[in-house]
């Protein structure tokens, strides 16, 4: 009796493996928003936004690159803020860069999250519904068109992916020097799996972001959304102003060849970053006025404690407030258009860890 069962667990134990095996060495196709991609290919089609109510539809165009062996499935994000073009046009580029032939894994690519901000040309919020794509995760089905965009976002690609990058920019405001965002909310492997993507992606800026939520119904970030479902994820900016200029573009495309090496994607890539600048004090400075802003410094300035950072005045011109810097430390964005309304960003301060 006892010798029959130890046999069936051993023969048990047999299928397993036999199926394990089969399994790993066939890749299967990858289902995706309507589509079945076949390994090395690339296909790329759209999950739609139906019309609610008084919303339009709209609409997500993606591509999934499906490499012939097992691996990884990286999602790459760009336009959640649809006046952010660098990471829109590195994402252009790798969809044509990535060969599928030579690929282990998979990598989705979202072209245009927030279609409705790109096409009408919105800082921060959706000319729709004016909400901030990247404040209203994990979203909901019957919301309103940005939470529509959310829930897609975390059931099609999010649910989809083992690994998360949310590539950003300065806004079309913001002038911003390139860094990386190193969340350490979630699991202790989450977040160190987080911090190593971080200095795969290369950049020598790593911002620690110690204050994510943790409720998984109340994610507000999308990268947030990804690491409270177990996946290991990064935000990542590179660009200023609505520009498409080639340095911003070409180091989001670096980032995204860094964290493919990492995961053992593709047998090469760019090395990690050696000596990372880990910011370990930051903080967003905010107005408490609506009003006009010029700022005093540029990105990448190193201000000291008290430096004054810019000066918000009325629309007749007169002063209202002089905002400086909270600590010692670098410019990582400032906003350099003149319209400010009351509570938006006007700086974010960054200080390197001692
Ligand atoms: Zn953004």
């Given amino acids: ?50 019309a609610r109510g008084a919303e339009a539809a709209t609409t997500i165009p993606f591509s999934v690159i499906h490499g012939t062996k097992p691996g990884s499935v990286l999602a790459l994000i760009a336009g959640v803020h649809g006046m952010e073009y660098t990471p829109i046009l590195a994402l252009q ?99 160190t799996a987080g911090k190593e993507m971080a200095l795969a992606a290369g950049f020598d800026h790593i911002v620690v972001d110690r204050e994510r939520p943790t409720d998984p119904g109340a994610t507000v970030y999308l990268s947030n959304t990804a690491i409270l479902k177990g996946k ?37 890539g760019p090395d990690p970053v050696a000596h990372p600048i880990w910011i370990e004090r930051s903080e967003v400075l905010r107005s408490d006025v609506t009003g006009m802003f010029q700022p005093a410094v540029e990105r990448g300035h190193t201000v000291a404690a008290g430096s004054l950072i810019g000066r918000i005045t009325d629309f007749h011109g007169t002063p209202l407030r002089e905002v400086r810097a909270p600590f010692a430390g670098e410019v990582l964005y400032v906003v350099a258009t003149p319209p400010i309304s009351k509570g938006e960003p006007l700086a974010f301060i960054g200080q390197a860890a001692h």
């Avoid at 969809?95 to 919105?122: K, Q, W, Y």
């Avoid at 998360?164 to 977040?191: F, I, K, M, Q």
């Avoid at 590179?238 to 911003?248: M, N, P, Y």
Wanted: charged fraction near 20%; charge should be neutral.
């Fill in 232 to 268: 290991p994820a990064i935000t990542i900016e590179s660009g200023f102003l609505a520009s498409t200029d080639e340095v911003s573009i070409v180091a989001i495309e670096r980032a995204a060849a860094g964290v493919m090496r990492w995961l053992g994607m593709r047998p090469s």
């Fill in 93 to 191: 580029r790798l969809r044509t860069a990535i060969e599928p032939a030579s690929l282990a894994g998979t990598v989705i690519l979202v072209h245009v999250a927030n279609m409705p901000s790109f096409l009408g040309r919105t800082i921060y919020y959706s000319p729709v519904d004016g909400k901030n794509l990247n404040r209203v995760f994990p979203g909901t089905p019957d919301g309103t068109v940005s939470e529509r965009i959310a829930d897609v976002l975390t059931r099609e690609v999010i649910a989809r992916a083992t690994h998360v990058v949310d590539v950003h920019c300065g806004d079309g405001n913001e002038s911003l020097r390139p860094y990386a965002y190193w969340t350490t909310t979630g699991p202790d492997a989450v977040a």
């Fill in 1 to 50: 009796m006892e010798m029959r069962t130890a046999f069936r667990v051993l023969l048990l134990a047999a299928i397993v493996l036999v199926g394990t095996t089969s399994r790993a060495s066939a890749q299967a196709d990858f289902a995706i928003g309507g589509l079945s991609v076949k390994p090395g290919t690339l296909a790329s089609g759209a999950f739609d936004i139906p």
